[in-house]
């Protein structure tokens, strides 16, 4: 079946460092979404990538999808502590469902 | 529009009752889904269903039901309660697998 990795699990970073996280599939996808859930809250979509090698930037934050539509990657530029939260990749699975795996959790130190 | 409303916010069970999760949403989605979400696992798919009358299991099913009578409406029911099933509860809903999904704000379940 379906495998995919997101690293790291924890991250801790001071205000305005940046940050990174890796999603990565065993398998090409159709597809990937990114969402952010802050502490104590619901996941909030952020953004779909599509095709491949595409680069999507919502102000500070990055998203790359790779070229073999096997990874995606989220980067935040100069973090600030309203970046606190846990960043999830989304890839489809059958039925028109989306895997959620353990997520980035980042913490941001002022 | 309210979006994706999940009722109760918090409920604490004792270990065999039964209870039924509530989720609603008014954006006329097809698609609806159930998450679970536990310390360092991630969301997990429990349920979900691609129209009214069509349900189908996730990753976890087990000890969960679920009905979809409704385009608005997907229940999931617990049975028989088991501390296992302590966890946050999400419900989702969306468009397909191009669409983003929309959370309910979450069921906090605690079972004793």
């Known amino acids: 079946g379906q495998q995919v990795m997101q690293i790291p699990q924890y991250q801790h970073v001071q205000e305005g460092e940046d940050f990174t996280t890796y999603c990565n599939s065993s398998?090409?996808?159709?597809?990937i979404q990114w969402y952010k859930q802050r502490p104590g809250g619901h996941p909030v979509f952020l953004i779909q990538?599509?095709?491949?090698?595409e680069v999507k930037k919502q102000k500070r934050l990055t998203f790359q999808f790779g070229e073999a539509k096997k990874n995606s990657s989220l980067h935040i530029t100069a973090t600030q502590t309203t970046d606190v939260g846990t960043y999830f990749c989304?890839?489809?699975?059958?039925?028109?469902?989306?895997?959620f795996g353990t997520g980035t959790s980042l913490t941001v130190i002022p | 529009n309210a979006g994706v409303t999940q009722t109760p916010k918090f409920q604490v069970l004792k270990t065999g009752q039964s209870m039924t999760l509530q989720c609603a949403q008014d954006?006329?989605?097809?698609?609806m889904s159930w998450y679970r979400q536990d310390p360092g696992m991630g969301l997990r798919l429990i349920h979900y269903?691609?129209?009214?009358?069509?349900?189908d299991q996730g990753e976890v099913p087990n000890g969960y039901n679920v009905s979809r009578s409704t385009t608005e409406d997907f229940p999931l029911r617990l049975l028989s309660a088991a501390p296992s099933q302590t966890s946050v509860y999400f419900c989702?809903?969306?468009?397909?697998?191009?669409?983003?999904?929309?959370f309910g704000e979450g069921s906090r379940l605690t079972v004793l």
């Open positions: 990538l599509v095709k491949s090698g």
């Open positions: 989702a809903s969306h468009t397909g697998f191009s669409g983003e999904l929309f």
């Open positions: 989304a890839p489809p699975l059958s039925g028109n469902q989306f895997y």
């Open positions: 954006m006329n989605h097809e698609y």
């Open positions: 398998t090409t996808l159709s597809n």
């Open positions: 269903s691609v129209g009214a009358g069509i349900t």
